[in-house]
T-cell receptor, first 113, second 117 residues
Framework: DAGVTQSPTHLIKTRGQQVTLRCSPKSGHDTVSWYQQALGQGPQFIFQ???????QRGNFPDRFSGHQFPNYSSELNVNALLLGDSALYLC????????????FGNGTRLTVT | AQSVAQPEDQVNVAEGNPLTVKCTYSVSGNPYLFWYVQYPNRGLQFLLK??????LVKGSYGFEAEFNKSQTSFHLKKPSALVSDSALYFCAVSPKEKGGGADGLTFGKGTHLIIQP
């Protein structure tokens, strides 16, 4: 039973570029959430997708966008990258509106130069 | 808006001694509370959660946490620490009224737990 998988594991981009990160949820899960973890900080909630729609959003600008596919996998897109976007991006899956905990992937380390 | 405070950046404990990692929270209404652990260059692993019921929650690897509503705290504890418990620990909260325990968690900054042999 595969857990949450994310790709790529590492990525280096230049300021102003665009990036796409990918996530496959744990088998049986239908909801994907994305978090940004800056160095030395706790994860911050970006948004959550369920039934291919954004259901909740944290305090992030609309440079951050996402998508969920019919197979429940998800993408996180960030446009016009800033140096401050450098972070570990974590994908987490769960069952929608349940008491089940989040299952996290190992993350994508994004470095913006 | 909800918030989580983990007042200690680092906790040092000798192997075999009891450990406590502190967490206090602020949320409108009743909370869902979680503890996660993170090892270097890895994602977060779920340890335990408080949803409702008994204030003492038992979780993975011998960890437990006590929910104290009057003090708005959810401290993580273990009776006897192991060197392998050394890691970064995060407390997280979500308001029950949002409908789901896994929705839009707010995390603390994390506490480095160091267990000395």
């Amino acid at each position: 039973d595969a857990g949450v998988t994310q790709s790529p594991t590492h990525l280096i981009k230049t300021r102003g570029q665009q990036v796409t990160l990918r996530c496959s949820p744990k088998s049986g899960h239908d909801t994907v959430s994305w978090y940004q973890q800056a160095l030395g900080q706790g994860p911050q909630f970006i948004f959550q997708y369920y039934e291919e729609e954004e259901r909740q959003r944290g305090n992030f600008p609309d440079r951050f966008s996402g998508h969920q596919f019919p197979n429940y996998s998800s993408e996180l897109n960030v446009n016009a990258l800033l140096l401050g976007d450098s972070a570990l991006y974590l994908c987490a899956s769960s069952l929608f509106q349940s008491n089940s905990p989040l299952h996290f992937g190992n993350g994508t380390r994004l470095t913006v130069t | 808006a909800q918030s989580v405070a983990q007042p200690e950046d680092q906790v040092n404990v000798a192997e075999g001694n009891p450990l406590t990692v502190k967490c206090t929270y602020s949320v409108s209404g009743n909370p869902y509370l979680f503890w996660y652990v993170q090892y270097p260059n890895r994602g977060l692993q779920f340890l335990l959660k408080y949803i409702t019921g008994d204030n003492l929650v038992k979780g993975s690897y011998g960890f437990e946490a006590e929910f104290n509503k009057s003090q708005t705290s959810f401290h993580l504890k273990k009776p006897s620490a192991l060197v392998s418990d050394s890691a970064l620990y995060f407390c997280a909260v979500s308001p029950k009224e949002k409908g789901g325990g896994a929705d839009g968690l707010t995390f603390g900054k994390g506490t480095h737990l160091i267990i000395q042999p």
